[in-house]
């Protein structure tokens, strides 16, 4: 009657070993198919925000007469150096530097950017040296000369390419001695 206890014992702790790996192998599957489906198991772009959220046709908005530049998703075009130039200024001249990004919507519209970087680097140098040492000092010299890199930008562009290309300039470094 002892070995029949003891078989029973040991029979039990087999059917729990089991029952772990059993449940271990099931939280693993589980977890492989969550990571899966999370991390864009499917071929299909999901839509983003930008496309979510996108103006009506109809829509009389200001953001909706830039056609092809708020279609796609965002991308950034990074400008290859810093724009380093001298401004002038009442007290002295000043040493700028200011590291540019461009905000652009969709793969076609980044393509056309990069093809475009030495024209875009021509014009916003040259709106850049149009400044002035004590604008700049202030946010809203800053946000004037964005606004004014951005207009001439997207003139330059319209030109060259036929369609708004870049929705924003972005100052992501500005230093100014």
């Known amino acids: 009657m002892a070995e029949k206890e003891l078989e029973l014992e040991d029979g039990g702790k087999k059917k729990g070993k089991m029952m772990i790996i059993i449940i271990a ?6 977890g492989g198919a969550a ?17 979510a959220m996108s103006p009506t046709p109809g829509a009389s908005d200001g953001a909706a007469a830039s056609n092809s530049a708020a279609l796609g998703s965002a991308l950034y075009v990074a400008m290859p150096r810093p724009f380093v130039f001298n401004v002038p200024g009442t007290g002295r001249d000043r040493l700028v530097e200011i590291k540019v990004q461009l905000l652009v919507r969709g793969a076609d519209n980044e393509e056309q950017a990069k093809m475009h970087i030495p024209m875009i680097e021509g014009t916003l ?3 850049f040296s149009s400044a002035n040492a ?21 003139k330059v562009m319209q030109e ?14 500005f230093v100014m001695q």
């Open 160 to 173: 060259i390419a036929g369609k708004d290309v870049v929705s924003q300039v972005l100052f992501t470094g």
């Open 35 to 51: 990571a899966f489906f999370l991390l864009g198991g499917s071929d299909e772009p999901a839509m983003d925000e930008s496309q």
């Open 125 to 127: 140098l040259r709106v």
């Open 25 to 30: 192998a099931v939280v693993l599957v589980i």
């Open 134 to 154: 004590d604008d700049l000092v202030t946010e809203a010299g800053k946000i004037a000369l964005r606004e004014q890199s951005i207009k001439e930008v997207k």
